[in-house]
Structures are given as C-alpha cells and as structure tokens.
C-alpha cells in the first residue's frame, strides 16, 4: 500500500489482464459478527483484509470470541448469544458495517444480560447519522446515552432493561440500509416470539439488504417478508454456524475495473475474478449501466470479462438507488462519454465517510469539468480540456479509486495531463493494494513515467538520497552501481569467464532483480551485504569493460522505468541512461567530508579504516571516473547541484522534493 502523502499518476494509455478482487466488505463484517453471534467455530475463508474488517475483529477479541488469523481465513469462535465480557469500549474506525451493527447486537445483549459498552470512531464516524436505529432501539426498551450530539456516535449502551418486543419495530429505510440490516442482525438474539420489523418510507440499497437476508438464512435465520415494508424474525431464532464460510470478491471494487475495461481494454478483455453472474452483491448490477455507456461484457459464475465497445461513451441518466456505492464509478466515467450522464436517487452520498455528492462535483470540477448538483442527483459533462489536478480524496476510499480513471484522459485528448491523488493509503478501508493492482493491468508510454536521477561521485550519499525520496514519493529505485555488482556476482555463480564479454551479457536480460528499502535482490536472495564485499567489487570492475555488458544493462535500466516512477541513481544516469528525465540531481561532497562518512560506516560494522587513505582512494576514484571514456562522472548540462557536505539526509530530501513539486504541474 502507498503510505505517501500523494500519488502522481501519469497519463495511463490501456488495460489488459486480470483482476484478483479483494472481499466483499459488505460480507467480510456481516459474516465475522455472525458467526461472534453463533455457537461453535466458524472458517471465514477469503475474508478481506481492510481497516474495517480489523476494527471488527478487534472489536470481536474485545468482547471475549475466540479468533484466530491465518492470512485471509480467520477461525472464529462464537459467543452463542452469551456475553462473555460485559464491559468494553470499542473504536470503531470509519466502519458504519461494523458501527451499526455492533450497536444494535450490544444493545440487545446488555438489554438481556446487563453490560455496559461503548461504542465510537473517527471525527467523520461522529458525523455520520445513527439516530434513526437508536431510536428503534430505544423504542424497545433499550438504554442507549448519547457521549456527543445526539443522533450521532459515540454511543453508551448499557442494562439491564426490560424489553417490549410486542409490538412491530420501526425504523427509516430512506437515510441507510445499514440501519435496517443491524436490526436485522440483532433481533435474532431476542426473539422469543416472532419479532416483526416495519419500514418507514422507502427503503434505500435494496441489494445490501438481500445481502444480509442470504447470509442470515446460512447461518439459520429465516426472515419472512412482506415485500420490502416488512420483515419478520421467527420465534426461537437461533444462530448456528454453517462451519465454513466463503467470502466472494467486492462487487464494489469491481467497478473500478469494469469501468477500466470499457475506457481502455481494446485488444483483449479485462478479466475480473471473485465476482459474477451469482454474485450475492446487488453492486454487480454495475455491469448493466456501464454495457448502457458502451463496454461489452462478458459474465460466468466468479469473473467479469470486460472491454471497450464503444468510444467515446455514451452518456446516461440514471437511478442508482441499486449501486449507491459503485454509482461512484459512473460519476468519472462520464468525463468519457458524448453526452451528459445523470446519477439520481443518491441521497445516501451524502452521509457516507464523506458527503459524496459534493466531494465528487469539486474534484471533478479541479479537472476542468462543468458538474451540477442537487440533494440527491448529479450530472457530469464530457470532458475534452483537461487540467493537471491533485485530488483531495477526504479519507473516502471511494473517491481516490475512482479519480485513478481520469489518469487515462490522454484517450481523448491531445494534451494528457497527471493526476495526483492526495492521501492515496485511504483505500486500505476496502482495497488496501488497489493502485498497486491497477498498475499491474495498466499500459503507459514510457516517456510518460516520471524519472528523478541522482548523479554524483562515489561515497557522496547517492543511494540513501535515492531511497528516501523514492519511498516519500512511492516511487521505485534503481541503484545502476548495484547492477554492475550482481551481474558480476550472478556470472561468477554461473561459472562463466568474465572476459567472456558476450557471454557474461546474455545472463543479463535474466537477472530477477529488485531494489527495496535500501536492499537488492536477486529473486528472493537479499545479496545486498555480498555486493558490499571488496571481492564483489572486483567482480563488477572485471565485468564493466565489456561495451556488450554496458549496454545489456543499459537497456536493463531502462526497464526500471515503470509505474508511477523512478529515481536512478549513479554516475552517468542523467547523462547516458535517462537524459530526458524530469528532474536530474548531481549530488556531491568534499572528498574530506565523504572519506569521514565511509571511515565511521566501516567503523560501525567493526572494519578497520585509515581516514587518510580513504580520502585519497576517493579522490583517485573521482580522477579516474572524470577521465574514464565512457560515460564520464559529470553533472548533466540542467542538472541541478547539490552539495550536501553541511546537510543532513533529511534536508538533502527537502531540497530535492522542493525541486520536484516545482516541475509538477499541480
């Protein structure tokens, strides 16, 4: 997951591939409190791993289940309708999937059995609306505090207190879904006699509540209803665990990608994998409005195969009271289309993580698009004049998936423009590695990648440069000197003779190999202490002078040149390997201050050293790198100068990041 302040995203150009879907939110946290609510030991296999699904499970630990965590299988060990800790104060993060039910099930339980919890979250938890479920539950007979302004979370939840399940339960169904199904889910518990749920106005996310009602029914819950005005939990209701458990792909998520397909899979399909044609998702329906802009869609059980049919989009009007969540995707897809789009019936935008509707009409807005609003529709216009734009994503996972699609808008126009997305780690809510599977199924020209270098003498701090401003900006990082290292290295492992030019060249092009928070590997071998050994080194001298290993590396590097970007550093990287890269740095030091910074690196790791001598070895090293006839050690011509004799690394990164944003374009 980027764990960067922004992402810069460059113009993106294709889509092929497949799709590996993280699970459903939407299950993961209804089937964990299920079985917390069942007696014995349920398997939850595939289950997502998101922020919200770990505030459910921490929540599930605090109140006594067993669990136990196994990559995505989570063994849980139920509660059986018992309280085991009566006392609990619950943060509940941004999850309303993990808030609304909790509070309700609590609430029960302390009603029944006496306890005395609290439940709360994020700033933005405290704004979203759960007053019309509390006030359900305090319709039957439950003692629930306000801790904040009513209506809102935090909540206390206490008992004992008598219950009155006579009569029916009412509640809203035109503000969340998610207040109908936490009853849902909790009635269960109390239900010596049938139990009937009337809904006031009309009920909103239909298809999540199909959700709930499936899995209810595998975990033994039957609920009879009356259309969707009213629903009944049957006399002894009992939850028993189904034993096992399979969470399917997040049709949500799905979106972003069946919309990739229609914008950018032209020669081949986009596969998704996780979702179909029996998904219990009412979001999988988002392949019907996005076949209505134009992608051809292809469905079987578990997979999604998507491409562009038609181009550009066609635009649509719509009710999305069935997509409400991936509705989202429409919203950007739109910029794609020949006509208007219309997105109506979408009033619970606005009290999701954040107020959608307005968060959606200014980003969209940023890119240069014309956008009109109202209290429960929005309405996009084609986009043809593009601006660079950074997108503030409101800690809303939806919102920096989404705006990753307007990155392809050099599909219609001359002028391609990046987009930055700021904050890009909220997506771990859903889909913690979701840029990084877009890249993995996404085409750019190369030229389009950014590529920061760092040029400069030996011992002057180049690589550690490279790595810090590599990891703030989520870039990759290619230490050019290492690859001269391993080939040497990988060749002598080989058994080749290294005045074997050509030989020692074709091992080139098959070198697994990988840079990562200051380490190399080679395939799954961190080799980065044995490149640092003095024999390695004379390894890499023997293999240099070969012009057929030169440039078998040479197009090697190139290679780095991947999504979102790269930082090179070296001796000759500005000037032979990437001369058009956006930004070029040539670093140095005096020679007495690098000989000072190798002499104390050697001492820490209990080597003996001369400062004097290194200091001259330095200096006849920079002799010989100056002088040398290929690739000569020197400051590319628009190069800009660092010496960084007097800086610490954290100001050596400042300097270079100030150059960097003043090339951006946002």
Not at 242 to 269: K, N, Q, R
Not at 322 to 349: E, G
Not at 622 to 649: G, M, V, W, Y
């Amino acid at each position: 997951m980027f764990k960067i302040p922004f992402l810069d995203l460059p113009p993106l150009r294709g889509a092929a591939g497949t799709v590996r879907l993280p699970g459903s939110k939407s299950i993961s946290n209804r089937v964990l409190l299920l079985a917390a609510l069942s007696e014995g030991r349920t398997v939850v296999r595939d289950l997502l791993a998101s922020d919200d699904t770990a505030v459910m499970l921490d929540a599930l630990r605090a109140l006594g289940c067993g669990v136990a965590q196994d990559g995505d299988t989570v063994s849980i060990v139920g509660l059986g309708g018992k309280l085991l800790a009566k006392q609990a104060k619950l943060f509940l993060g941004n999850a309303g999937t993990a808030m609304r039910p909790l509070t309700a099930a609590l609430a029960l339980l302390a009603a029944t059995q006496g306890g005395d919890f609290e439940v709360s979250g994020v700033a933005r938890m405290h704004e979203r609306p759960i007053g019309d479920l509390v006030d359900a539950l305090r319709g039957l007979g439950c003692a629930i505090d306000d801790l904040g302004n009513p209506g809102y979370p935090p909540l206390r939840l206490r008992g004992p207190s008598p219950l009155a399940l006579d009569a029916p339960v009412r509640v809203r169904g035109d503000v969340s879904s998610q207040f109908l199904t936490a009853l849902l889910l909790a009635l269960p518990l109390v239900a010596e006699r049938d139990i009937r749920i009337e809904v006031i106005g009309e009920l909103i996310s239909k298809p999540y509540i199909e959700i709930t009602l499936a899995l209810l029914a595998r975990f033994g819950i039957d609920v009879r209803r009356d259309g969707w005005e009213a629903f009944t939990i049957p006399a002894g209701s009992r939850y028993r665990s189904p034993g096992e458990v399979f969470v399917e792909g997040d049709a949500s998520s799905a979106s972003y990608f069946v919309a990739l397909g229609a914008i950018a899979a032209t020669d081949v399909p986009l596969r998704i994998e996780g979702v179909g044609s029996e998904s219990l998702q009412g979001d999988v329906r988002f392949i019907e409005a996005a076949a209505a802009m134009g992608a051809d869609v292809q469905a079987g059980p578990n997979w999604l195969e998507v491409r562009r049919a038609a181009w550009p989009l066609k635009g649509i009007s719509l009710d999305c009271n069935h997509i409400p969540d991936a509705a989202m995707t429409l919203a950007v897809m739109a910029l794609y289309a020949d006509a208007p789009t219309t997105l109506s019936n979408i009033a619970s935008w606005r009290v999701k993580e954040t107020d959608r509707i307005a968060a959606m009409a200014t980003e969209l807005r940023k890119l240069g698009a014309t956008v009109e609003e109202g209290p429960d529709w929005i309405r996009v216009h084609p986009l043809r004049d593009w601006k660079a734009a950074a997108i503030h994503t409101y800690d809303d996972h939806r919102v920096a998936m989404c705006f990753s699609l307007a990155a392809f808008n050099g599909l219609v126009t001359d002028k391609p423009v990046p987009v930055r997305i700021l904050e890009p780690h909220c997506v771990a809510k859903t889909f913690p590695d979701y840029f990084e599977t877009l890249f993995g199924v996404v085409s750019v020209n190369a030229a389009d990648v950014p590529v920061i270098t760092i040029d400069g003498p030996t011992a002057s701090g180049k690589g550690t440069l490279a790595d810090e401003v590599g990891k703030t900006l989520g870039f990759g990082v290619l230490d050019s000197g290492a690859l001269y290292r391993v080939t040497g290295l990988a060749a002598r492992r080989a058994g080749l003779d290294l005045d074997d030019g050509d030989a020692v060249a074709a091992i080139v092009p098959t070198l697994a190999l990988r840079f990562s928070d200051g380490h190399v590997f080679l395939g799954d071998e961190d080799v980065s202490a044995r490149l640092r050994a003095e024999a390695t080194g004379l390894l890499a001298s023997q293999v240099a002078v070969h012009p057929a290993v030169r440039q078998a590396l040479h197009q090697l590097q190139l290679g780095f040149r991947r999504l979102p970007g790269l930082v090179a550093d070296g001796r000759d990287m500005g000037t032979a390997i990437f001369p058009d890269a956006d930004l070029k740095v040539f670093l140095t030091a005096s020679a007495a201050t690098r000989a000072e910074r190798r002499y104390k690196q050697l001492i820490s790791k209990g080597i003996s050293a001369n400062i004097k001598g290194l200091r001259e070895d330095l200096e006849a090293r920079d002799e010989r790198d100056k002088n040398r006839s290929a690739s000569p050690l020197a400051p590319a011509q628009d190069a800009q100068l660092l010496d960084n004799s007097a800086l610490t690394i954290e100001a050596s990164v400042d300097q270079v990041l100030s150059w960097w944003q003043q090339r951006r374009p946002f």
